[in-house]
């Protein structure tokens, strides 16, 4: 079971590899790193404490907004996807991005006292 | 939008469920798509950062069961989404072997998530004024100062029916068109359709939400007909079936032709007519509701006399401003808690409880100093510091809206935090009922709040078919006339002795004892001063005058020879 697992992963991975435009990798990289930040954000709240807590939850609500609005563009970039997004050109899904980053990050600041 | 909605009423719950409540359904009927998935999460991260900000609301989004649901939907897209991405990506069989593991593990993590933090109390379950919506009887036992509201009250039909008018019955006909053309948008129409009429049903104040979605509704169900009955175009079909026919029995068919064509424009015009008859009745309707029921301020009364003329009552105003010329800046004045905004309003003046005061306990406090007899209820004001209080009177003109009408909610609203010292049957005749008269029960013949309202209204005879201290409120004659204030005095009444305010006295310098002055006997010291008047010398006790020419009696013989 086991195996059949990590090679039904290794395939994903290699497929992965070959068949993503270099666009949506770039997005892809920046998701992961998003998840990482996220991840190390959880993992300092657990053992130091949550004394700060509107300090904690901008921060971490930050990671979750950016990542939200990476995959958001990344699926409204993805030309396989075209169909169902046919009056939104790519340059209109990355100006929608920013727009919602600028109020995220604007309220974020705000929030983090 | 969502934000706008979030800092300016608590309603804003009912959105933060709804939406969800739609993502989920559609995901059900299988109508989840990607547009959904970057709306619902998009709006989800930035609307809850945001509604944070409302100092009210504060971290209750992610602490309070109201506001799971969201949160809960939230997570289920990103896990549907992502299977979904991994579909397209894998076949059939590497597809089963991941699923069976990645599902059933996260499922379970989530579960298991959700159920520990509920318990361990970090999630607080629903609170009291949302949870009294899905058990209508739990405020009235528990919270009083929820069921006291009068707008928390079940909607009655009458209310539905002046709010709504014709739309009432229009509205199941749009809500069947809306289904029977479903798609994405329409599901969330007919979900908040249905929910906004459970709770509307459940709470007067609810009737808010309900009203737009009603609204649209019947819109959707008056064009539908419209469109059908107002076009002129026969349909299609029998125009062809009528053009082959034509040259079979051309008299005949033409006949048939004209017959369903007059039949269908009477019908048409009929329709079209009585449709349009029943709007103008429902604009009528509105306008008068609105200007009537709507529009009036309720600080300024207006009454009409038998001739059709109006009385305009200003007693609030003129008691506020009063408050405003007459008392020092920094007075603080006690009332019930539906004057607060008024009174900070109009009158400038601090006071102790307002229409926004959550401190139920502070309330509380507030409803027993007027529940209590005066002593009690002064120890009470001089612990608040109170300077003036106000009250609200309605027996001189019959206003139903005052303060003794309202007493029995004060006395539970402080019988939940003091039941020892304040109990509601105390307040009622031995027949359980609530009167004023000299069936009365003593406690309140006692209390403050009732002495405030009646006195000096015993001398005052409003007319002459009804003895003096008539109270037109109650329609009875009140059970104590005879009133006395000791530590209140009346500051002002205004002109229909609507609003009272009175005056709370220092403690006066010298307080007076109750005891009378020690007496002291003098009957010891009468016998203590003979003794030793005896033995002085020089002196002779009951020394006899001698009268010449005139008899000793014979007392004084006796004494005289000793």
Redesign the interface.
Known sequence: MSNSVISVISRFLEEYASSTPNKLKVVDAYLLYIMMTGALQFLYCLLVGTFPFNSFLSGFISCVGSFILAVCLRIQINPQNKGEFLSISPERAFADFLFAHTVLHLVVINFIG | MFVFQVSAWGGYVFIINLIPLHVFVLLLMRRF???V??AY??FY??G???S??IPFVG?QP?RTSEHMAAAGVFVLVQLYSFLQY?R???TRQ?RQ??FS?AVCAAALLLFVCVVYLSCTGWIAPWSGRFYSLWDTGYAKVHIPIIASVSEHQPTTWVSFFFDLHILVCTFPAGLWFCIRNISDERVFVVLYAVSAVYFAGVMVRLMLTLTPVVCVLSAVAFSSVFERYLSDDPPAEDDRRNSGSLYEKAGKVRKQVLCEEGLGSNIKSLVSVLLLLLLLMFTVHCTWVTSNAYSSPSVVLASYNHDGSRNILDDFREAYYWLRLNTGQHTRIMSWWDYGYQIAGMANRTTLVDNNTWNNSHIALVGKAMASNESVAYDIMRLLDVDYVLIVFGGVIGYAGDDINKFLWMVRIAEGEHPRDVRESDFLSPQGEFRVDKAASPALLDCLMYKMSYYRFGEMQLDFRTPPGFDRTRNAEIGNKDVRLKHLEEAFSSEHWLVRIYRVKDPENRPRLERKPRVTSTANKHKHKRKATRRRRGFIKNKLVLKKGRRLNRKQRRTGLN
Do not use: A, D, P
């Open positions: 798509s990607k547009r998935y970057i999460s998009t991260v930035i809850l950062i945001l944070m900000q971290f992610i991994l397209e990506r894998l590497e072997t991941l593991v």
